[in-house]
């Protein structure tokens, strides 16, 4: 059993910065692959951004140049450094995650989840 707790969330203005945080309890997390999703009001949970327990990184075309997807697995922590943020942005957003060696897009294809944190970007 994996838990997941996002952090990093908050109101920014457009233009701003944000680092999400998913710290992962209960296994380590080098042995999962590892995503970011985020679900705006009346919309699907999209991926935005993941991170293979190689390091290799998946980018949505939303995010791509924008966002970086890292992991320090001594930490056992994955981040989701967020810049230039637009009010299309807001959302909450969600850490996941799967244990095979392959990009998954789409959500029932993560195992464990966290509770989500809140971005909001205000024009």
């Known amino acids: 059993q994996v838990m997941l707790v996002e952090s990093g969330g908050g109101l920014v203005q457009a233009g701003g910065s944000l680092r999400l945080s998913c710290a992962a309890s209960?296994?380590?997390?080098?042995?999962?692959?590892m995503g970011w999703f985020r679900q705006a009001p009346g919309k699907e949970r999209e991926l935005i951004a993941a991170i293979s327990q190689g390091g290799m990184t998946y980018y949505a075309d939303s995010v791509k140049g924008r966002s970086t997807i890292s992991r320090d697995n001594a930490k056992n922590t994955v981040y989701l450094q967020m810049n230039i943020l637009k009010p299309e942005d807001t959302a909450g957003y969600y850490c996941?995650?799967?244990?095979?060696?392959?990009?998954?897009?789409?959500?029932?294809?993560?195992?464990?989840w966290g509770q989500g944190t809140q971005v909001t970007v205000s024009s």
């Open positions: 996941a995650a799967h244990s095979s060696l392959a990009l998954v897009r789409y959500p029932s294809g993560y195992t464990y």
């Open positions: 209960g296994r380590t997390l080098s042995t999962y692959y």
